[in-house]
């Protein structure tokens, strides 16, 4: 299973994006925890959101009010909808999911990650 994220692109302060992220491919687990994660340059990649299974949603300050995560179990993809985007929201952002599968043996947990989609907003 991967994670294939779409939506980047250019847009002009103020502007809106909605990056999607969907976990594609023959899967023996099951998606969890999914979230959205963004590195600026000359930056360390920080979290931007969260959300679990149940739609709980958590969100950093910097971006609470403007940026709405959600997901859709049916079709494991979680979505970022970005409102009111600021020149320092530019980024490459990254699609996060646990996923977990479960034999005989136990369960284990692997953090997949996406290859990444550039949001630059220009002022």
């Known amino acids: 299973v991967q994670l294939v994220e779409s939506g980047g692109g250019l847009v002009q302060a103020g502007g809106s994006l909605r990056l999607s992220c969907v976990a594609s491919g023959r899967n023996n687990g099951v998606i969890g925890h999914m979230g959205w994660y963004r590195q600026a340059p000359g930056k360390q990649r920080e979290l931007v959101a969260t959300i679990n299974v149940d739609g709980n949603s958590n969100y950093i300050d910097a971006v609470k009010g403007r940026f709405t995560i959600s997901r859709d179990n049916a079709q494991s993809t979680v979505y970022l909808q970005m409102n009111n985007l600021k020149p320092e929201d530019t980024a490459v952002y990254y699609c996060?999911?646990?996923?977990?599968?479960?034999?005989?043996?136990?369960?284990?947990?692997?953090?997949?990650w996406g290859q990444g989609t550039l949001v630059t907003v220009s002022s």
């Open positions: 996060n999911a646990r996923n977990t599968i479960t034999t005989i043996e136990g369960s284990r947990s692997l953090e997949l």
